[in-house]
């Protein structure tokens, strides 16, 4: 968080604490010892630049051009972390005794492996049982304008790694060999086709995404011996990631395949359907820009997958 956010939050009279774990940086801050606690969450880190070049203004260096904020991070999300500070600096000028309390998350971790950054820090938190009631989380989730959509919950992520075994060989002696991907592309076929669930009110179907196939030695003689095939689930509350990994177990042992699958878990689906905090915010986006955001749970995952450990009224909103 910059200095001059630090500076801010003490003055208002926040307690600052910076938890570090590992090679991540993490600020945690609280005005206010009673609850229910209300928090705002985000994250200062980016994703890399790339070519410095092909950027139109430094990348590294906030430009203003007919009003819009040029940037990496202007929107995902140091522009919500400035929003939120100035937000609750005028709130506190003019609630100075105001109920409860408020509190400040901020990762340097959320764009990279998500290890050590908001995990973390809601380990800490609830292990002294300090926890959160309310969270707004300042991800962009508008898709034409600005606060026509707030993300009411998020779809649980679950990533295979899948190695499909043959035995190598030249390809002018088949029978000899054992080729992975001919074997493998039956089973990903019936793993594209499935129908895993149809979602419900809230979320979409379950989707089933290929990401990565990777086989062979680069030589056009030889047959491979073996094939490596990530895939990702997106999936609703309909389905539960031990089930998803045993029907795509069952699948893959129907096709008598030889493999090792690895599993990994970004995230369990979560929702916040209704309540005090998503009626709060409708209605400050629809006195403030005159429309009606729609309530959806599509798009990628958020560190709000991990404040919802609490089950709290988690919300993410656009600014």
């Not at 570090?20 to 801050?29: H, I, M, R, Y």
């Amino acid at each position: 968080m910059p200095d001059t956010d630090v500076r801010t939050a003490r003055k208002a009279g926040f307690h600052i604490e910076w938890m570090v774990f590992e090679d991540t940086t993490n600020f945690w801050a609280r005005r206010g010892s009673e609850g229910p606690l209300f928090a705002f969450a985000g994250h200062t880190d980016v994703v890399p630049a790339g070519p410095l070049g092909q950027w139109h203004t430094p990348p590294f260096k906030p430009t203003a051009i007919d009003g819009y904020l040029h940037g990496r991070g202007a929107a995902d999300m140091k522009g919500s972390l400035a929003a939120m500070v100035v937000a609750v600096e005028r709130f506190v000028e003019a609630n100075p005794d105001h109920k409860g309390s408020i509190g400040f998350l901020i990762t340097s971790d959320e764009e990279g492996p998500f290890i050590n950054g908001t995990t973390r820090v809601v380990d800490t938190l609830m292990a002294r049982n300090e926890l959160i009631d309310m969270c707004i989380v300042g991800e962009p989730s508008s898709t034409h304008s600005v606060g026509d959509v707030v993300k009411n919950g998020r779809r649980g992520s679950i990533t295979g790694d899948l190695t499909v075994k043959g035995i190598q060989g030249h390809v002018a002696y088949p029978h000899l060999a054992r080729n992975p991907v001919h074997q493998a592309m039956p089973a990903l076929a019936e793993l594209c086709a499935v129908n895993w669930d149809n979602g419900n009110d809230f979320f979409p179907p379950t989707s089933f995404q290929i990401a990565n196939i990777n086989s062979g030695t680069g030589a056009s003689n030889v047959i491979p011996g073996e094939c490596l095939v990530q895939f990702n689930f997106r999936f609703s509350t309909e389905s539960t990631d031990e089930e998803l990994k045993r029907r795509v177990h069952s699948i893959l042992d129907a096709h008598g395949l030889e493999y090792d699958l690895k599993w990994t878990l970004s995230g369990q689906p979560f929702l916040t359907d209704a309540g005090t905090l998503v009626d709060a915010v409708v209605a400050a986006i629809e006195e403030t820009t005159h429309q009606k955001p729609e309530l959806l749970t599509t798009g990628g995952t958020s560190d709000g997958r991990f404040i919802a450990r609490w089950e709290v009224r988690w919300l993410s909103w656009a600014r």
